[in-house]
Every structure is written in structure tokens, then in C-alpha cells.
């Protein structure tokens, strides 16, 4: 099983500054079946980067993904006030795995 | 476009079995892969399994010797049965589509089932 281990645990930002939330891959991630999704309370999960860099539809472009191999990265550019959420990796190349998530608060 | 709504019981006993099932409005459940995932409270996404619209199945192995997924293609929907549950499996579980390569893209808004006596 590959286990995915994010950091930081929280982050605590302003609206407006830039976020970066890293995913780190007990192993290679075959083909960058990397992703990763927006979880709000009371929301079905929002699905933001698959294949470690492609915005899924809809998705702004100040949300980016980077990486490969073994290390993720997930970018905010500028953070809206509707950001502020909690945010997972998952790698989907082999058995699913998700990471343990990293909460986006406001400062 | 493609939906997904999960239904079933938001209370089961412990030892017995959890069933829910996710109806796929809005698209067929033909050629995609589907899933179930869940979240404790208070806790992270777990991967629970998922089924191919050929039958093909794969299971957390943490949790293979309970789970069992199938799929109804009459009906559009697929069903997620887990048995012999504790507290431990109190959780709000989701269905989704996916994987594919573009990882799981549709979720369901989840429903919250409670494992006490």
C-alpha cells in the first residue's frame, strides 16, 4: 500500500496570500495518478488536480498541481475567503490511498 | 450531467451488516469504474473499494474480508455491503465515480451511518 503523508497538518493564512500544501508518496506514483481534492462540511468532495497537474472542470486557475515520483505539491496563487477548507492527496494508480489531509484556516 | 445520491439505513447494529446504495442519474453506469469511500469523524478519507461495470472489483485490504460491492446496470446503481460492523465504521460514506485517469470526478453529497445498539 502506498501511504501518503501531507504537510503541513494546518495552515493558517490570509485571504489574498499564497498557499502551498505538499504531498509526500511512501513510493512512486505510476503514470502521476496523483490528486487532489477540496472537502468542505455539508459538501460532497470537490475534485481540484488529477494526474498531478491537470485542473478538473471548472476548477480556477489560481489552484495548481506539481510533482512527480514521490513528491506533490499542491499551490494556491491568491487564497478567496471560499478556499479556507481542508484539502487531500489521493493516489489512484494502484489501490486508492488518501493522504491525511492538510486544513486551510484563516489567520 | 452525472449525479450520484447514496441511500440506506443511518443506523445499524453492531455485528450485523451496513447496506447503502448509490443511484447514477443523468449518465449510465456503463464504462466507468465505481466507489465507495468514507470519513470518520473527525478523521480522513478512507478508500473503501470499487467495482468496474464488468464486475471487476478491488477492496482496502483493510477491509476486504467484509466488503462486498456489486452493481445492478438495470437499476444504475451500485451497492456497498459491510458486515459484521462496530463503532469503528461510523462514518459518512460517499460514492463516486471513478478511478479514472481522471481520479474520482463525481461524488455523491454522502449519508452518515451510525454503528450503535
Known amino acids: 500500500e502506498i501511504v501518503l503523508t501531507q504537510s503541513p497538518g494546518t495552515l493558517s493564512l490570509s485571504p489574498g496570500e499564497r498557499a502551498t500544501l505538499s504531498c509526500r508518496a511512501s513510493q512512486s506514483v505510476s503514470s502521476s495518478y496523483l490528486a487532489w481534492y477540496q472537502l468542505k462540511p455539508g459538501q460532497a468532495p470537490r475534485l481540484l488536480i488529477y494526474g498531478a497537474s491537470s485542473r478538473a472542470t471548472g476548477i480556477p486557475d489560481r489552484f495548481s498541481g506539481s510533482g512527480s515520483g514521490t513528491d506533490f505539491t499542491l499551490t494556491i496563487s491568491r487564497l478567496e475567503p471560499e478556499d479556507f477548507a481542508v484539502y487531500y492527496c489521493q493516489q489512484y494508480g494502484s489501490s486508492p490511498t488518501f493522504g491525511q489531509g492538510t486544513k486551510v484556516e484563516i489567520k | 450531467q452525472v449525479q450520484l445520491q447514496e441511500s440506506g439505513p443511518g443506523l445499524v447494529k453492531p455485528s450485523e451488516t451496513l447496506s447503502l446504495t448509490c443511484t447514477v442519474s443523468?449518465?449510465?453506469?456503463?464504462?466507468?469504474?465505481w466507489s465507495w469511500i468514507r470519513q470518520p469523524p473527525g478523521k480522513g478519507l478512507e478508500y473503501i473499494g470499487y467495482?468496474?461495470?464488468?464486475?471487476?472489483?478491488n477492496y482496502n485490504p483493510s477491509l476486504k474480508s467484509r466488503v462486498t460491492i456489486s452493481l445492478d446496470t438495470s437499476e444504475n446503481q451500485f451497492s456497498l455491503r459491510l458486515s459484521s460492523v462496530t463503532a469503528a465504521d461510523t462514518a459518512l460514506y460517499y460514492c463516486?465515480?471513478?478511478?479514472?485517469?481522471?481520479?474520482?470526478?463525481?461524488w455523491g453529497q454522502g449519508t452518515m451511518v451510525t454503528v450503535s445498539s
Open positions: 443523468g449518465g449510465s453506469i456503463s464504462s466507468y469504474y
Open positions: 463516486a465515480r471513478g478511478p479514472s485517469h481522471r481520479a474520482f470526478d463525481i
Open positions: 467495482i468496474y461495470y464488468s464486475g471487476t472489483t
